[in-house]
């Protein structure tokens, strides 16, 4: 049995989040196209460079995240995610609890998914 491509998309986005956690921006940055946008719920805007050294230099530390896919639409190359997420992190060395809604974009650039935006906007 073969793989959707919802599934695929399924998969990434868990991996991702489980590459924060872990702390792996190796593999984390495997998975984003280079062009990334990361949209935070504060509104702070990082490149796939920035935001991974801000997690380098601990400015952003994953303690856990849980991630609800709700749907996932792929649409040719393109593939759209809405989730919600509950997030314990430490931003700028203060710890919070999040809870958001979030929207993921993954493009398939020669044969392989990237990441290539991501906003999370906060539930109030």
């Not at 998969?11 to 196209?33: I, P």
Request: charged fraction near 25%.
């Amino acid at each position: 049995m073969t793989a959707t491509d919802t599934d695929v998309i399924r998969e990434l986005e868990k991996r991702r989040f489980d590459t924060l956690v872990a702390h792996d921006l190796g593999d984390f940055t495997d998975l984003c196209h280079p062009d990334l946008s990361y949209v935070h719920s504060s509104g702070t805007l990082d490149t796939l460079e920035s935001f991974v050294e801000k997690c380098e230099n601990s400015h952003y530390v994953y303690h856990r995240i849980d991630h609800l896919v709700e749907s996932v639409k792929v649409i040719g190359d393109t593939a759209v995610i809405i989730s919600e997420m509950h997030i314990d992190i430490t931003a700028g060395g203060v710890r919070r609890e999040l809870a958001n809604r979030a929207l993921g974009v993954w493009a398939r650039v020669d044969g392989s998914w990237r990441l290539l935006a991501h906003q999370a906007t906060a539930k109030r």
